[in-house]
């Protein structure tokens, strides 16, 4: 069977890897130079950056992709573990919590708090356990095919208080409001509101000190060259169109010249978008993106120690900021940012005697007001900039600053085809969950599939590799009933 895989995101090389594995002959299209998509890497002068992901969780899920794909991933890729995972510290403080997975460390740090939060911790996490089992192992490892799934589901879901808000739950189990903020603020990497996320989301602190922290040598980078050098891999090849006749998928046609038949395709495509590539009319519910990110990418000529690998910076009025960049669509007037400095762990990454940051602010999604990047870039650089100077105490930033690169909502939007420059796809929200988000099946054209971010069960470089699992099992089975004829089980 000829798959084509559009798009070389996580997803997609997660999905190309399993089919292949499975003995079909796989064609992956990548519109940019190289693959990787949200996981691309930036060099200059000495310099290396991951431009997005950078702090990989639950490896298991990445050793399990290489081994369907009959590949060994300690072969190809070098996991160190992190210990501290990260730290987070407040403006204007000297306060810091480290997030640790040894748990005597983690209720010392606690304590540093609240001794009743320290006390608290082994509650949470038990709490959090059957949400994580059931809700990340259970649901997000199967198809939400049927309304009748989600109804299956729903009912141990709201048993666990898994649909509750994350925050209340948080407050429920935690007093001192930083330690509130840093069981909560997770949801952020995969762009939920940590103030509005369901419980489920908890569960992402949970994995961490299951499965701990890891970094890879040469950054998540070399987790995407790893994946893609087996593959047919074919880079600055835009799909512009996915035919289909009579209701089923027959190949994709390409940019400029050039078309390819397929029995399957793969759309790793923003799911708010792949209707412009079939041409079908766009989805009657309006499904809501996450929030968008701006990016700076710095090159020192000099470290700045009180940097760990993975730190977060928590601004003044954080919940307003929350608030200004997601429901009120607009610049917020203090910055909560994470930066990632991974010299600390390999110092390759940086020049000699350097770092190398990546800098990320959470800014809203173009849908609301439309934000002109070209004139509000360098502002938002500089304010930023200064802030980290003067509120988080890295004094002599933009004076060390030797090579500079940045990211905008426009850029998310140009360059992956991200709806509204969204930067990690639709909102996980209660009602864009699993039966509820677009699904990993076309509803109407056979042969028609989908893998990433906005798909069950999710962003992160789990969840896509996850939603890998999720919707490459539906084409085997698919496969499979076609094979014997029976047409009912959409086949492929
Ligand atoms: C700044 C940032 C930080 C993050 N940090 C973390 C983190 O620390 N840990 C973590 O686990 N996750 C993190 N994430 C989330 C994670 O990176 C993403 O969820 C994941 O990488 C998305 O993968 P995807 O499969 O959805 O593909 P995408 O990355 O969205 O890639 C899709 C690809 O499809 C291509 N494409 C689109 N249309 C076409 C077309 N018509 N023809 C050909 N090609 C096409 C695009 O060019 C792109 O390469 C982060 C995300 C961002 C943005």
């Not at 990548?30 to 693959?35: I, S, V």
Request: charged residues 25%; proline residues 5%; glycine residues 10%.
């Amino acid at each position: 069977m000829r798959v084509v895989v559009v798009g070389a995101g996580l997803g997609g090389l997660g999905a190309a890897m399993r089919l292949q594995g499975a003995g079909h002959d796989v064609i992956v299209l990548e519109a940019r130079a190289r693959p990787g998509g949200r996981a691309y890497q930036l060099r200059d002068a000495g310099f290396t950056w991951d431009t997005g992901p950078s702090l990989v969780t639950m490896p298991w899920v990445l050793e399990e992709t290489f081994e369907a794909a009959g590949l060994n991933l300690h072969d190809h890729v070098q996991l160190r573990r992190l210990d501290p995972f990260y730290r987070i510290r407040w403006a204007q403080s000297e306060e810091h919590l480290d997030f640790t997975g040894d748990r005597e460390r983690m209720r010392a740090e606690l304590a540093k708090f609240s001794a009743r939060d320290a006390a608290a911790f082994d509650g949470f996490m038990a709490a959090m356990k059957p949400i994580y089992e059931q809700g990340i192992l259970g649901a997000g490892r199967r198809p939400f095919e049927r309304a009748r799934d989600l109804v299956a589901f729903t009912p141990s879901m709201l048993r666990l208080g898994a649909a509750l808000p994350l925050w209340r739950t948080v407050c429920s189990h935690f007093e001192h409001p930083r330690v509130r903020e840093a069981f909560s603020f997770h949801s952020l990497f995969i762009g939920g509101d940590p103030f509005r996320v369901p419980a489920i989301y908890g569960a992402l602190v949970y994995l961490q000190f299951l499965d701990e922290v890891w970094y890879a040598q040469g950054g998540v980078y070399a987790i995407v060259e790893a994946m893609a050098r087996g593959l047919d891999m074919r880079c600055g090849e835009r799909v512009e169109r996915i035919e289909h006749r009579q209701g089923k998928v027959t190949g994709v046609v390409l940019e400029g010249a050039g078309r390819i038949d397929a029995d399957v395709v793969v759309s790793n495509a923003d799911v708010l978008r792949t209707h412009e590539l079939t041409g079908q009319r766009a989805p009657v519910r309006r499904l809501t993106p996450t929030m968008s990110c701006f990016l700076l990418y710095l090159g020192t000529d000099r470290t700045f120690d009180s940097l760990l690998h993975h730190t977060l910076l928590v601004g003044s009025g954080y919940r307003r900021f929350i608030r200004d960049v997601t429901r009120r669509g607009r610049l917020a007037p203090t910055f909560s940012t994470y930066v990632h400095a991974p010299a600390r762990s390999e110092p390759g990454m940086a020049a000699a005697g350097g770092d190398s940051l990546c800098v990320l602010l959470p800014v809203p999604n173009q849908r609301r007001h439309r934000i002109d990047w070209d004139s509000e870039s360098d502002r938002v650089r500089d304010a930023l900039v200064e802030d980290l100077e003067t509120t988080f105490g890295l004094g002599g930033l933009d004076a060390a600053t030797i090579v500079e690169h940045r990211m905008t909502p426009d850029d998310f939007e140009r360059d992956l085809g991200a709806a509204w420059g969204n930067a990690f796809a639709v909102e996980p929200t209660l009602q864009q969950s699993a039966w509820l988000r677009p699904p990993n099946r076309d509803k109407t054209l056979r042969g028609l599939y989908y893998v990433g971010g906005g798909t069950h069960p999710g962003a992160g470089i789990p969840g896509v590799l996850l939603g890998a699992e999720v919707t490459t099992g539906m084409i085997a089975r698919d496969h499979a009933a076609a094979g014997r004829g029976a047409h009912a089980a959409a086949p492929v």
